[in-house]
């Protein structure tokens, strides 16, 4: 859902990047138990999630999604395969969805097989000296929950936490770390970004769904009418804190906390709105973290703001997929701020870059990771790192065209393929140092 990276990419740039201090660290190496991890999300990889709420928005017509998920990577089936490449690359985590709609496919029908199907994964992370760290909300939620609302239906704090319940009575003793929610904030992001055109198209999506099944409301995580926004944002609060406690009261001593969608914000001028967007952007989410083990952090970019707005990126800039600049500093900044706001250590779940190119992304990783150990250098707690994605997938409403994985997927065979970037990320895993 990531219009924020293909909408800003255009424009005259006024201003140069600001140089990255060059640093020498008197340590290389990155902390002792660092996770190296690659990231993906059940409906972008494992394939006919039909009982979910995007699987039945992406087949109508007329639809946000430009084209369906279908098979995905295949990665239902193929599971064993991924975890081997994870363990190939050389690193020792892997962060991965449990899928509800699998597992509640209809309200208080839990299923016993898709409880072994991600108990056999986890076993098979440890197996392979993998630390699972599991989402249990990846934007995708149930058909029947979505139908009933989402998460603006004043129940969904209750029916989310009771399958957190569910799933941790299966899956907690293996779980490393717990994310609740991925980027409960992203349509606040995007919401001054996305024109309203695109808000219309969401909007009428989801009432040709809502008619579809006779319902009066239709609701997911990342596609929403721009006015469900405040009891989207209501319900995702109560989610998470519910989630948690769940969560929390099977294993206590289990890492718990949700991942922002976080941009590194740069303040251009005296009178930038910066700070003022920040609260926008992140809502009350930065405040809640104060309460958890860790925030999730997911940076993709920087933004500049000036006294009015956004400004351009520098004229010349690397570009990803979709024109917006490629600036790898921008996850150190993340990072930084990530830990001033909450005070919390930082679990950087999703880094990565669109590119056909993988050249762009082999130069992207290494510069990225020094900026962020530049950050860790100055102290701030940095558990591990996650590089979004194991795999090129389904990018959600943009489909199969951007390419942010660490290995491309034949979309007929299903045949992974190591890219020269995976050997890249996995030499700095190896050496636990850049
Ligand atoms: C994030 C999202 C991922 C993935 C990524 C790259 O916002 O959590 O699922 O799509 O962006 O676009």
New binding site residues.
């Given amino acids: 859902?990531?219009d924020r990276?293909t909408l800003l990419a255009t424009g005259a740039a006024l201003m140069a990047a600001p140089a990255i201090a060059a640093r020498k660290s008197a340590n290389p190496n990155f902390p002792k138990g660092f996770y190296w991890g690659a990231a993906t999300?059940p409906h972008?990889v494992e394939g006919n999630n039909i009982a979910s709420d995007l699987w039945f928005v992406e087949n109508q017509q007329p639809t946000v999604f430009s084209q369906p998920s279908g098979d995905a990577c295949n990665s239902f089936a193929l599971w064993e395969t991924d975890l081997d490449l994870v363990k190939a690359m050389g690193l020792n985590a892997y962060r991965f969805g449990i899928e509800w709609a699998r597992i509640e496919p209809e309200k208080g029908l839990f299923s016993q097989a898709m409880l072994d199907h991600y108990k056999a994964v986890i076993d098979g992370c440890h197996a392979r000296g993998l630390a699972p760290i599991v989402t249990f909300s990846?934007?995708t939620a149930p058909r029947w929950f979505s139908a009933q609302g989402g998460w603006t239906n004043p129940e969904s704090a209750q029916l989310f936490a009771r399958y957190c319940d569910k799933a941790m009575r299966a899956l907690g003793q293996g779980i490393a770390s717990a994310i609740t929610l991925?980027?409960p904030n992203?349509l606040l992001l995007l919401k001054p970004m996305l024109p309203p055109q695109v808000w219309d198209i969401q909007k009428l999506t989801l009432e040709t769904a809502a008619k579809r099944l006779g319902v009066p409301k239709y609701v997911c995580a990342n596609v929403a009418g721009f006015d469900d926004l405040p009891a989207l944002q209501t319900g995702l609060e109560a989610a998470h804190k519910a989630g948690k406690a769940a969560i929390k009261a099977v294993r206590g001593d289990l890492p718990v906390g949700f991942?922002l969608?976080l941009m590194d914000d740069q303040a251009v001028g005296a009178h930038s709105v910066r700070d003022a967007m920040r609260k926008q952007l992140y809502g009350n989410w930065l405040e809640i973290a104060k309460g958890d083990d860790f925030i999730g952090v997911?940076n993709?970019e920087r933004a500049l703001w000036g006294d009015k707005g956004r400004l351009p990126a520098p004229k010349g800039s690397a570009v990803n997929w979709s024109g917006t600049e490629v600036w790898a500093p921008s996850l150190g900044g993340a990072v930084r701020f990530a830990h001033e706001a909450t005070g919390v250590p930082i679990l950087v779940s999703?880094h990565?870059v669109?590119s056909d190119d993988d050249a762009v992304r082999a130069k992207f990783i290494p510069e990225a990771l020094a900026g962020l150990k530049a950050a860790i250098d100055d102290g701030v707690p940095v558990l591990g790192y996650c590089h979004?994605?194991l795999l090129d997938n389904f990018?959600?409403i943009f489909g199969y065209k951007?390419k942010?994985g660490l290995h491309s997927v034949d979309p007929v065979t299903f045949a992974r393929t190591p890219k020269p970037s995976a050997a890249v990320y996995g030499a700095i895993a190896r050496r636990n140092a850049l």
Wanted: net charge negative.
């Fill in positions: 859902m990531l990276r999300a972008q990846h934007f991925n980027e992203i991942s969608a997911q993709y999703e990565g669109g979004w994605s990018e959600w951007p942010f």
